[in-house]
Every structure is written in C-alpha cells, then in structure tokens.
C-alpha cells in the first residue's frame, strides 16, 4: 500500500479515461484493509480507487501509477478455483522516492490485490494489461512532468531520471521473478523424481526382508543366533513388514476387517506399556509410524477400530461422554482406574488434569477423562472455579 497515494480525482494532460468498475476491495498483499466496496478506474497512465460517488465529484481519491507494476495476474476464487477469477494480483516494483503522501508510509508486501465482488470484468482485465504494456507514461508531453514526479515543478529535471530507474528496475525485477519460478520449478521437479524413486526403493526393501527373512527361517542351522537376532531387529526397525492395503481386497468392508486384525496385533503391546489405555490419535501416529510409506486415513482407524469387538480383539474402542475416543484393553476397568486415581488423590489432597498426566505419565485428555471416571464412581468430588478444573477426594465416605 505504499506505493498509493492521496490525489485528487483529475486527469493530467495526456492522460485518458479507459475503463471503470464497482465493488472492488483492496487487499495489501495477504492483508485485508479498509478500503472496501469502492470504485475504480483505469487510465492510461494509472488506477484511481474511491467511494461511490467520490471520483465524479473531483475529490481526494487512492492513486497507484501503472509504472510500478510488472506483472498482473488473476486469482481464482471458491472451491478448486471452480467459483471464477474473482482478484487481480499486482506485482509492484519499490516505491519511488517524492511519491505524494498515501495510506501506509511502508508495506511488507511487493503485490496488492484487487477483489472484485461481481467477478473481475474480462474487459477490464484485458485493458489494464494493454495499459501496462503500452506504458503511456513514457512518451514525452510538455506536462508529463506532473505523471511521473508529482512533487517536481520542472518536467526536465524530474521525468527523465525517473523514467529511467522505472525502466532499469522493472526489468531487474522480471529478470530475478523469472530466475527464482525457474529455480522453484526445477527443485519441484528434483524433489517429485526423489519421493517416486524413495518410494519405488521402500517397496523394494520390503520385498528384500520377505525374502530374506524366509531364507532365514529355511537355513537355521546355518546362521548364528545373534545373526539372527541383529537381522530381524533391522526388519522390526522398517516397520510392518506387510501392510495391509486397500488395493488387496475387493471392498471396504474387507479391508477395514484385514486392518483391524493389522492394528490388534501391533498395538496390544504398546496398550499394555501405557497401562491399558491410550488415546486414537495416538494410536494413529503409532500405527503410521510403523506402516512406513502405506499411511492410513483417520478415518479409516476409526473404522477399523469398531471392528475389533467382532473379531475377539483384546482390546476395543471405548467413547467418552465428552467425546474422547480411546482404544481401552478388555482387562482395563473403570473399577480399577477409580480405585488408583483415589489412592492419588489421598495421596495429594487435590489433583487437576495437568497435574495427573505428570504423575501417572499419560496424557491430558486421558488424564480428564479418568478423574470423571473417579468422580462418576463416587470416589472424588469436582471442583470448578475461575482458577480451573480440580478434583479433591470425595471426604462423605469417610468423614461422615
């Protein structure tokens, strides 16, 4: 926003009225301001912004010389860009030195944005660019001097140093915008060949350690035990050796049954290391970690999930009434969770959320829900103040 500045709403000599249209919001850069639902017009030599009515009156308006911009784009808008360009993207080269006051002495951004509420006009569009490309403002005028250095008072000593900066540092600019596209496109590229040929080598590996693994098992006798032990803990390091895919099944309710079996296999251990319980998003990231590159959707966790009362899992997916989702070992009670957060609570005299996941080593959420757990089993009392959530030991069963 500042390379705008405050003018009052008249054409200079040899400047021309071209296009106009309505509605449109100023954005400087990603930033929304407060120059909303105005009016603009295009000129030979530059865009004048005002509210409605303003620029037919003469009065003070925005005013942006078309010499600072070297590029115009659109921008598209709604869903998947299916809603129609709806903003044109400026790219501005640096403010000039004896600019006219504006609404913001400096600017983060090198580009503004033009938000059309009815859609950009294609006529419009097509007669910016034609004015850009013709760049009127250079062609010599006996007033010129008032386009391009409104300050000056001499059009000799101002138009032409001016000019020429414009012109050399437009180009400066297109010239490293061009380098740096090419340099992105290209590490674009590199990076899309290197991620096809990773995963090209992980499927590779897998196949590798099937076959290796079987020969293993085949030729015992032949390989030394620790070997043997070193091997496999190189294999157990890749993750699952074989995920399940949904490309191996015909529907989707076969492939949620195959995951299910997948998931009660890999993670009962680690079930049993948090101490019975842990949360799905946990579980998520375990069961991704050890997938390697074959990731799963939320999604489909979940779905699987349910599955595992039906196929005799050790384990099963529990809801919370606050709407937590866990997956909870079938040995895991509420009995049992009540009684060691009570004797935790004795311990402490009080205990908040925070102050549980330290000392049982879980996490918040797990930590909230085994307090209401405690206070549901009629072992704890709630405490709720501006101060936060705490639970104190329910004092009626042995006090009164």
Known sequence: MDRFEYIEARLFEGETYLKRDKNVKIYDGEDKTQFVDGEIILTTHRILWGKPGDIPKGLVCLSLHLYYIFCVEEESGGVFGLGGPKRIILHLGPALPGKRPGPAVVSPFHFIKFSFKDG????????????????????????????????????????????????????????????????????????????????????????????????????????????????????????????????????????????????????????????????????????????????????????????????????????????????????????EVAKTTSELLEASGLLTPEKLSQIANVSVLLAREQLFTTERMGLACRDESIEGLAFYPNLFLSKV
Request: proline share 4%.
């Open 120 to 335: 950009i006009d294609s006529v419009f569009y097509k007669a910016l660019n034609d004015a850009v490309a013709a760049k009127a403002w250079q062609i010599e005028t006996p007033n010129n001097s008032n386009l391009t250095s409104p300050t000056s008072v001499t059009p000799k000593t101002s138009t032409s140093p001016i000019n020429s900066k414009i012109r050399s540092g437009i180009v400066g600019i297109e010239r490293s915008i061009e380098e740096q596209h090419k340099a992105t496109d290209q590490s674009i590229s590199i990076a899309f060949q290197d991620l096809t040929k990773l995963m090209e080598k992980a499927k590779e590996m897998v196949t590798i350690s099937k076959t290796i693994s079987s020969k293993i098992r085949e030729k015992q006798g032949d390989i030394s035990e620790d070997d043997t032990v070193r091997f496999k803990s190189y294999l157990m390091s890749l993750g699952i050796d074989d995920p399940v895919t949904r490309d191996a099944f015909r529907s989707d309710s076969e492939y949620y049954m195959g995951l299910s079996h997948q998931i009660a296999d890999m993670i009962v251990a680690a079930l049993v290391d948090c101490g019975g319980i842990m949360s799905l998003a946990d579980v998520w990231c375990r069961v991704n970690r050890a997938r390697g590159l074959e990731l799963i959707s939320p999604e489909d966790l979940l779905n699987a999930c349910k599955l595992l009362q039906t196929i005799d899992a050790p384990m099963s997916l529990r809801k919370f009434p606050s709407g937590a989702c866990v997956l909870q070992l079938n040995s895991h009670r509420d009995e």
